[in-house]
């Protein structure tokens, strides 16, 4: 009598859950903040502290900024969810979302007086946070976690 098992699927392991998890309570987070912030717009941003220049500065985003914050935004969440779902396109959207990621971080890096009224710290942490899950992702697939 034989007995056959998988051997080729790996486990996943717990501490991929955890990061899919933080993945999407982030990047769930981020799609909110999106969406409230062309939903109620100042009110929203008056509500999170931002003072009148910050909210100047964001009420002035050219279009092309918007298409770079949404794709930055929702590449992340697709990405989350791909994640969950274990799919290996996780990897692409999250480096979607980096580019947007980074595109935003320049912008504000290039923008006069953009660092000064907006701050580096958190376009930075996203960036950094974003590249993580590229990271991850790729890490994953190439484990065989990711299909």
């Not at 991929?16 to 981020?30: D, E, R």
């Not at 009110?43 to 100047?56: E, F, K, L, P, T």
């Not at 504000?108 to 942490?125: C, D, E, K, S, Y």
Request: proline share 3%; hydrophobic share 55%; with cysteine.
């Amino acid at each position: 009598m034989t007995t056959t098992t998988d051997a080729t699927a790996p486990r996943t392991p717990w501490h991929f859950w955890l990061v899919a998890v933080i993945s999407l309570l982030w990047n769930g987070y981020g799609g909110y903040d999106y969406t409230m912030s062309h939903v109620r717009g100042e009110a929203y941003y008056r509500a999170s502290g931002m003072n009148d220049m910050q909210i100047h500065f964001m009420a002035v985003y050219p279009v092309w900024m918007h298409a770079v914050w949404a794709i930055g935004v929702w590449g992340s969440v697709v990405g989350a969810v791909l994640l969950i779902l274990r799919s290996r396109w996780a990897f692409h959207a999250f480096a979607v979302s980096t580019v947007g990621a980074i595109g935003a971080l320049f912008y504000t890096l290039l923008t006069p007086g953009g660092a000064r009224t907006v701050g580096m710290l958190m376009p930075t942490i996203i960036v950094v946070v974003c590249l993580f899950f590229v990271w991850f992702a790729q890490t994953m697939t190439k484990q065989g976690v990711l299909r």
